[in-house]
T-cell receptor
Framework: GQQVMQIPQYQHVQEGEDFTTYCNSS?????IQWYKQRPGGHPVFLIQ?????EVKKQKRLTFQFGEAKKNSSLHITATQTTDVGTYFC????????????FGKGTLLTVNP | DADVTQTPRNRITKTGKRIMLECSQT?????MYWYRQDPGLGLRLIYY???????NKGEISDGYSVSRQAQAKFSLSLESAIPNQTALYFC?????????FGPGTRLTVL
């Protein structure tokens, strides 16, 4: 079935440094979503990308969808301690628009 | 998200016991999902339902069963719990785009 590979698995940064997590698929994706899970919490939707080459920004977060729609990235500029958590990408799977396959996530820790 | 609730929030049980995890939602969504989360493995889909009469297996359905009692309720059962079912379980709903997750149930099987 559909697989999305996410790297890195862990990332530790000093506060103020940038952070990027990458999501890759061997097949073309119809769209991709990003979620954030704070420690002890549940995943919360951040954004959905649909168009080839799409770039969206949310304050310090920049989301990109590759031209071939096979990869995506989430970049955080000047990390803060509030950015701590696990970031997941997710893509529709099995030909269904309503079943998501999640990447394994990137755990971000920030040293103040 | 208070719109999706799960009970219990924590449960410790013994091998061989039957256990039910319950999920309720007030979002009015037809689509509901059960996931389990294990460290380093992300979120894996157990079962999903598109309406009361439509139940589908996910990638790791063995050892689990579900019941969609109403649009708002979707229960997950472990007929005979085993230790490797120790995990964090999430219920979720979905309309067209994003999924809305419940707070999770932490299950420990001894």
């Amino acid at each position: 079935g559909q697989q999305v590979m996410q790297i890195p698995q862990y990332q530790h940064v000093q506060e103020g440094e940038d952070f990027t997590t990458y999501c890759n698929s061997s097949t073309t994706l119809s769209n991709i979503q990003w979620y954030k899970q704070r420690p002890g919490g549940h995943p919360v939707f951040l954004i959905q990308l649909v168009k080839s080459g799409e770039v969206k920004k949310q304050k310090r977060l920049t989301f990109q969808f590759g031209e071939a729609k096979k990869n995506s990235s989430l970049h955080i500029t000047a990390t803060q301690t509030t950015d701590v958590g696990t970031y997941f990408c997710a893509a529709n799977s099995g030909g269904s628009n309503y079943k998501l396959t999640f990447g394994k996530g990137t755990l971000l820790t920030v040293n103040p | 998200d208070a719109d999706v609730t799960q009970t219990p929030r924590n449960r410790i049980t013994k091998t061989g016991k039957r256990i039910m995890l319950e999920c309720s939602q007030t979002k009015g969504h037809d689509r509901m999902y059960w996931y389990r989360q294990d460290p380093g493995l992300g979120l894996r889909l157990i079962y999903y339902s598109f309406d009361v009469k439509d139940i589908n297996k996910g990638e790791i359905s063995d050892g689990y069963s579900v019941s969609r009692q109403a649009q708002a309720k979707f229960s997950l059962s472990l007929e005979s719990a085993i230790p490797n079912q120790t995990a964090l379980y999430f219920c979720a709903t979905r309309d067209r785009g994003e999924q809305f997750f419940g707070p999770g149930t932490r299950l420990t099987v001894l």
